[in-house]
């Protein structure tokens, strides 16, 4: 069983940083691709950033790019969302997911596992 815990959300003024991060464990993490997807009210999940098993591969949102930056520390079993320049448009519950491949991907569907989610409010 995998067990995914993020941290790191907050209340932030626009234009302020946060970084979110989520710890692995339960199973071989730096085997597989992680995800970060966020949820607003009323809205459906949507697609953050993704990173494969290395590290070496990522990608991010047209909404996020250049302001966000997604990493891992695979010795850590931790995935991490370095977040900029926020805007209130940002406010969400943000996810961090594992997919059973290698390869990350962009699809919700395409995960098998979830944390709880750490909200993310930015004011304006």
């Known amino acids: 069983q995998v067990q995914l815990v993020e941290s790191g959300g907050g209340l932030v003024q626009a234009g302020g940083s946060l970084r979110l991060s989520c710890a692995a464990s339960g199973r071989t993490f730096s085997s597989n691709a992680m995800g970060w997807f966020r949820q607003a009210p009323g809205k459906e999940r949507e697609f953050v950033a993704t990173?494969?098993?290395?590290?070496?591969?990522?990608y991010h949102a047209d909404s996020v790019k250049g302001r966000f930056t997604i990493s891992r520390d695979n010795a850590k079993n931790t995935v991490y969302l370095q977040m900029n320049s926020l805007k209130p448009e940002d406010t969400a519950v943000y996810y961090c997911?594992?997919?059973?491949?290698?390869?990350?991907?962009?699809?919700?569907?395409?995960?098998?596992?979830w944390g709880q989610g750490t909200q993310v409010t930015v004011s304006s």
């Open positions: 997911a594992l997919r059973e491949r290698p390869e990350g991907s962009d699809r919700v569907r395409e995960y098998a596992y």
């Open positions: 990173i494969w098993w290395s590290g070496s591969t990522s």
